[in-house]
C-alpha cells in the first residue's frame, strides 16, 4: 500500500504572454472554454479536424481535473469572406451558386458532416449555437461600438484598430509581425483608415442580391466574420471567461480583431478569455516534396471520410494527433497514420486483455465504468507499481496536454505485471478517457477500404478452413485458399503478432 498521489497543478500555454499559466478558473469550480467552429460552406479537411482534437482533449482534461465543463463550439452558417480581410466573395454564397441549392441548405448539410466527424472522433458534443441565431445580437453590439471604434464606408461598418490598447499583440503585429509579413496579408480596402482596420458590417453592393443578409443601420447586408465570436462567447459565456481556443492561423487576424472588438465593448484591460490557446498545422508533403498546410483554398485537402474510405478507423487519426504535442507541426503520412493505427490495435488487445483478467478473477463479463474525474480514481489506486504511472499520466496531461507522454503511462499501465487487476483495469480504463479513446471491436480496426465485395463472415469461414487444411499438413489447399482470398483482395498475415491474421 502507498499513499495516493498528489494534485497536480494543470498548466497550459497562453498564448497572449507566450508561457505557460497556471489554470485558475474565473469561476470556481468551472470552466468555460469557446472553440472557434467551422464555416460550413465545405467538407472540413483532416488539418480542421486536429483543431476540435485538440480542442475536446482540453475539454476532458478540464472535466477530469474535476471542473464542471461549459464548451461552446460555433457554427458558422453565415458566410465570411474568402481571405482573412474584407475582401473575396463570401464562402456561403460562392459554394451555393457552385452546388445549385439554397446556402442555408449548404449550412444545414456541411453542419451534419462535420458534427459526425466529431463523433466518429469521439470529440464530446459541445454547445453548437449557429452564427445566424445571433445576428440582431451582432448589429446591437455594432451599434455600441460604433460612435467610439468605428467609421462607416460604402462597403460597411469597419472597426479602427488604433482605437484600443496594443492592438494585435497576440499575434505581436506591432513587433514583429510586420517584418514576418503578419499584417501583410490583410488585402486593402478602398477607404479604410488602416490596412488592419476590419469589417464589423459587410452591406451587400448595389445591384446585388445576396441570399443570406439581414436589415442594419448601414445597409442590408451580413455581419463581418470576427464580430460572431465575440458576441456568441459574450452571450453564452460571459465576459471574461477562461480559455478561447483556435488554430494557430487565427492567432494573427481572426482573434486580434476579437480582442479588440472586446475591449471595445468593455471588456478592457481584459480581452475576453483569459488565456488563448492555438494548435499548430497539420502539413503534408506536396509534390515537389516540400512541406505545406493542408488548405481547402488550394483544393488539396483529406477529409476523414477520405481516411475512412481508405479502411482506416477514424480513432486511428485521433491518436495520431495525439502522439504530437498539439503546439508542433504534425505532418500527414498514411505510413503515419498506418503505424497510429497499429499502435491503437496494440492497445485495443491490451485492454481487451485486462477485462478477460478481470472478467476471469470475478466472473462479471462487464468491467465497472472507470471514474472520469481522477479525485474519484486517487481513492481506489494505492499499488505501489501504479500510483506512479497515475502520477505520470496526470503530470503530463497539466504539462500543457503533453499526450504523447501520456499515452506512453498508460501503455505502461496495460504492460504491468502482478498488481491487482481492479486497479489495473479502473486505471487503465480511466485513462483512456481524458484522451478520447474508446475500445471498439476488433474487426472495426482491420484496413478495409471501400468497395471490397467479399464479406468478413467469408474471409473467416476461409481462414478457419485453411487452418484447418494446415493442421492436416495439407499444404495445397493452404496455399491455394490464399491465393483465393489473395485475388480478392485480402493479405493473409500468418504470424501476425496483433493476431489480426489478414487485411484488405
Known sequence: MTDAPPSTDLKLFNSLTRALETFEPLHPGEARVYTCGPTVYNYQHIGNMRAYVFADTLGRTLSWKGYDLTHVINITDVGHLTSDADAGDD????????QG??????????????????????????????????????????????????????????????????????????????????????????????????????????????????????????????????????????????IHTGGIDHREIHHPNEIAQNQAHGCSPDTGARIWMHN??????????????MSKSTGEFLTLQTLVDR???????????????????????WEGLTAALTRLKRMVMGLRQVQDAHFAAHGNPVVPPPPTRIDALRGTIDDAKLVPLLEKFEAALCDDLNTSVALTALEEVIATKKVPIDQKADLALAMLWPLGIAIVP???????????????????????????????????TSDAIRAELGAKGVEVMDGDPLGWEWKL
Open 280 to 293: 499548430n498545422f497539420l502539413v503534408d508533403r506536396r509534390e515537389s516534396g516540400s512541406l505545406g498546410k
Open 311 to 333: 479502411g482506416y478507423h477514424p480513432l486511428a487519426y485521433r491518436l495520431m494527433c495525439l502522439q504530437a504535442h498539439y503546439r508542433s507541426e504534425l505532418e500527414f503520412t
Open 101 to 242: 441549392k439554397s446556402a442555408w441548405d449548404i449550412a444545414r448539410h456541411y453542419q451534419d458532416v462535420f458534427e459526425a466527424d466529431l463523433a466518429r472522433l469521439n470529440i464530446r458534443k459541445p454547445q453548437h449555437p449557429k452564427a445566424t441565431d445571433y445576428v440582431e445580437a451582432m448589429i446591437a453590439w455594432g451599434k455600441e461600438i460604433e460612435e467610439k471604434h468605428c467609421y462607416r464606408l460604402d462597403t460597411g461598418l469597419y472597426f479602427d484598430v488604433t482605437t484600443v490598447p496594443e492592438y494585435g499583440r497576440l499575434a505581436r503585429a506591432v513587433t514583429d509581425a510586420m517584418e514576418d509579413g503578419g499584417e501583410g496579408r490583410i488585402d486593402t480596402v478602398d477607404g479604410k483608415r488602416n490596412a488592419a482596420d476590419f469589417a464589423i458590417w459587410r452591406t451587400t453592393p448595389a445591384g446585388e442580391n445576396r441570399q443570406m443578409e439581414w436589415d442594419s443601420p448601414w445597409g442590408r447586408g451580413a455581419p463581418g466574420w470576427h464580430i460572431e465570436c465575440s458576441v456568441m462567447s459574450a452571450e453564452l459565456l460571459g465576459h471574461p471567461f477562461d
Open 91 to 98: 464562402k456561403m454564397e460562392k459554394a451555393a451558386a457552385s
Open 442 to 476: 476488433r474487426e472495426e480496426l482491420r484496413i478495409r477500404p471501400a468497395g471490397v465485395e467479399i464479406t468478413e463472415a467469408e474471409i473467416e469461414a476461409a481462414l478457419i478452413r485453411r487452418k484447418e487444411a494446415r493442421m492436416a499438413k495439407d499444404f495445397a
